[in-house]
């Protein structure tokens, strides 16, 4: 449940043109920062924007004026404009409505309707949910930083405890831990078969409910544990046997928590950089290709 569900009444009531304007313009700022800030953030995000867009629409004046902005005489033209500039692309074209200095120096507060953001004064640098976004080259710096901390060394996997598949000559690799009952991984998996020259170790997780571990043990006593996995995740179908083998299930719980592993995606490439959870087709393969060069 949102935390602005309690504004449900002032949800209700009927926005003006203006207010629709100002409430897709707050949505897009949100949208294309997140795309900056990963995947959490960005489905936060989006979720906030929506629930916080109408809302905070009503709270704004009914006037009909073109918003300007108000902004602290002391903070240097030069600022005024390169802040205008860099939020107005990412929302838009919406206009400030006003600009404050913060008690850290260098740091402004910038603020449309009753979101506000911190920018630094030269509209290259933006604060968003705690990760800090260059704006100028499009990079999450946090995120960044975070994968380097995360990364691992590809070859101290223990890929005995993982079962294999290669698809065409499957001189790239991949490391991935899935759980059978996660949806995020069923779309994983489906998005992987269609990939081309890899090797996937899939490395069974179950923890997310009460039948993710029978599922992943039949999974693993069928002759083929590749194709019955494939066909578990991605149409639903239970192997049908006792599920009674001598499974990888347990190691793998145990290597999960050295890992650090709490949720389900998560994908290693072979340079050892880590993602966790799910990300569009198109966006994993730029990743393989990036993370595979030698």
Sequence with gaps: MSKLDSLGPLQSRPATAKRRRRMLALSALALSVAALAGAAIGTWSTDAAHAQGPAHAQMRSDSEEPAKTA???????????????????????????????????????????????????????IFMNGDLIDLQSRRNLTQERVDDLMAIDFGDLPLELAFEQVNGKGERRIAVFEDPNCGYCKRLRADLLKLDNVTIHTFPMAFLAADSESKARKALCAPDKAQAWNELLVHGKVPDNAGTCDTSIEAVRELTRKLGITGTPVVFFPNGRRLVGYVPPARFSQMLAEYSAR
């Design 71 to 125: 902004s602290d005489p002391a903070i240097p033209a030069a600022s005024v404009a390169a802040v205008n500039e860099a939020l107005g692309s990412l929302s838009g074209g919406h206009t400030l409505d006003e600009l404050r200095r913060t008690p850290l120096p260098g740091i402004l507060e910038a603020r449309i309707g009753t979101d506000l953001i911190y920018i630094d004064e030269t509209g290259r640098y």
